[in-house]
């Protein structure tokens, strides 16, 4: 079944998704060139050769180099919102959580988002850029959480929803990232599922207790 011109029902038109491919591009190379010679060290124009296209091509996606990583930080939390708001609103949020994980672009290859989550420890530019992403994610997820329940968007219940969703998958990825070899362990996704089952418990009604 078809929906908006471009492919299947839900996903971006061709020309959107062709922009979100370059926009990746040149966030994996900002990546490559930042923990190959640092952030300092490296200039847009290397940037954007690495990526195949002109400097001023770059300017007109990204503000500065920092922000050319951000597509790495959102394209997930992206994704997972869509799939999240494409479900069916009375399935709980947290399960549909996990099942949009395994939607489309779950299996990217986490290695240059590894590598930038490291970075950020040390440089106050990216960690600005991972910082500010997340911050635009909750506003995403209080909009899902609002379509979902009928409730305000900018009310304290969906607000503080949004915030504990956007900060368990916030530490799950730099739990991943920052370990010393996160090939040991759980996976991404894996640790990422672990996260949103904790808060769907903290989240989940108290039963009574027995008279």
């Not at 996976?187 to 207790?209: C, E, M």
Request: charged letters at 30%; a neutral charge; glycine letters at 8%.
């Amino acid at each position: 079944m078809t929906g908006r011109a471009g492919g299947a029902t839900g996903r971006p038109p061709l020309t959107e998704r062709r922009r979100a491919e370059t926009r990746r591009e040149i966030a994996e190379e900002a990546v490559r060139l930042f923990v190959a010679q640092g952030v300092a060290a490296t200039t847009a124009e290397e940037i954007a050769s690495a990526a195949g296209i002109s400097t001023r091509t770059l300017w007109r996606y990204f503000r500065s180099k920092e922000e050319c990583v951000r597509p790495l930080l959102t394209t997930g939390l992206e994704t997972l919102a869509r799939e999240v708001r494409d479900r069916n609103g009375a399935v709980p949020l947290a399960e549909s959580v996990l099942h949009a994980q395994h939607g489309e672009g779950a299996e990217q290859d986490p290695r240059a988002l590894r590598d930038l989550v490291r970075l950020c420890r040390d440089e106050p530019g990216l960690r600005a850029v991972w910082l500010e992403a997340h911050h635009d994610a909750e506003a995403e997820f209080a909009a899902m959480i609002a379509d979902r329940t009928g409730r305000p968007a900018d009310g304290l219940a969906v607000r503080v929803e949004a915030g504990v969703l956007n900060t368990a998958l916030r530490i799950a990825v730099e739990d991943w990232a920052l370990r010393p070899d996160p090939s040991e362990g759980p996976s991404l996704g894996d640790t990422v599922a672990a996260a949103v089952r904790l808060i769907a418990r903290v989240s989940a009604p108290t039963p009574p207790r027995p008279a």
